[in-house]
């Protein structure tokens, strides 16, 4: 009867500990720890010259983008071909200053227009941000309008 009452014990408390770890996880919106801007972009360009997009990830304190993790961030353009179309953590220009654990990765890729028109940088950005407690994947597009003069 004893050993009945302990095992009986042990699975509550088992399952008090197992289904509560979730809960800790999700006090936590993935997405309020980090904004991303595309800041800089140009939205104006002369037919024949060279724009940029830029796509910056700005983590808040007490959280980082993995650099375990894949990044990856595929852009594309309507009336303008962008320089480079997969770019990973590594293309990042942003670098860790000495002493510092993780950088917030920022991207500048330059593009080519041909002929005037109302064009557009479209790009899809897969991450994972993380804390001390979660990891997690982020997703997230952008379409920007760039008017080709």
């Not at 009945?4 to 500990?17: E, H, T």
């Not at 991303?36 to 910056?56: D, I, P």
């Not at 200053?97 to 950005?125: I, N």
């Not at 897969?126 to 979660?134: L, W």
């Amino acid at each position: 009867m004893l050993r009945r009452q302990r095992l009986s014990s042990l699975a509550a408390l088992l399952a008090a500990v197992t289904c509560s770890a979730p809960v800790l996880a999700a006090d936590v919106d993935p997405a309020s720890l980090y904004e991303v801007s595309t800041e800089g972009t140009s939205t104006q360009v002369k037919a024949g010259e060279k724009g940029t997009f830029v796509l910056a990830i700005k983590t808040k304190a007490g959280a980082h983008v993995s650099d375990e993790a894949p990044l990856k961030l595929e852009v594309k353009g309507s009336q303008l071909t962008p320089a480079k179309e997969k770019l990973v953590l590594a293309d990042s220009v942003a670098k860790k200053a000495e002493g510092q654990a993780f950088a917030d990765p920022r991207f500048e890729v330059p593009f080519t227009t041909a002929a005037a028109g109302k064009g557009s940088v479209d790009a899809k950005l897969v991450f994972f941000i993380c804390t001390e407690k979660i990891c997690a994947r982020q997703q997230k597009t952008f379409s920007l309008p760039v008017e080709v003069l």
